[in-house]
């Protein structure tokens, strides 16, 4: 198994109450709920590949950048049970938007935006990153 590594930014905010998560459609989180969010692409800055991500995969406008937290979790088997050897690294940050969310259906490895909330979702359907964030930003809580 090779070993591969993985960059991205995320933003964590709330509406109505509850934190705003995708259902992923393909990858090691595939059909886990994780943080909106990805890789910077060429000469982007970290803000502006959140404000584009967020924009692609949740329709909503980046307003405001509250704190940031720097993460490096190691994955060792994919959401299906494969081993795989992951280290996943980036910034969390949490965020105010614009808008309200919808999904815009245009991205393969997202298949749905969804609030997340304990009386209908259980933890075992967080992704790695989603726990971790969890972990930093106590705040958000699992209302």
């Known amino acids: 198994m090779d070993a591969t590594t993985h960059f991205g930014v995320y933003g964590l905010w709330k509406q109505d109450g509850q934190m705003v998560l ?16 990805g890789s910077p692409e ?25 704190r940031q937290e720097r993460f490096t979790i190691h994955v060792d088997h994919s959401s299906t049970g494969e081993a795989i050897d992951l280290t996943h690294s980036g910034l969390i940050k949490s965020v105010n938007v614009f808008g309200r969310i919808r999904h815009l259906g245009a991205f393969a490895d997202v298949a749905s935006v969804e609030l997340f909330d304990t009386s209908h979702h259980s933890l075992e359907e967080l992704s790695p990153l989603v726990l971790e964030a969890m972990c930093r930003f106590p705040e958000f809580g699992f209302a």
């Open 22 to 37: 995708i259902r992923k459609s393909r990858g090691p989180y595939a059909s886990l709920l994780d943080l909106p969010g």
């Open 42 to 66: 060429i000469n982007e800055t970290e803000d502006q590949t959140l404000a584009r991500e967020l924009e692609e995969e949740c329709g909503v406008l980046l307003d405001s950048i509250h």
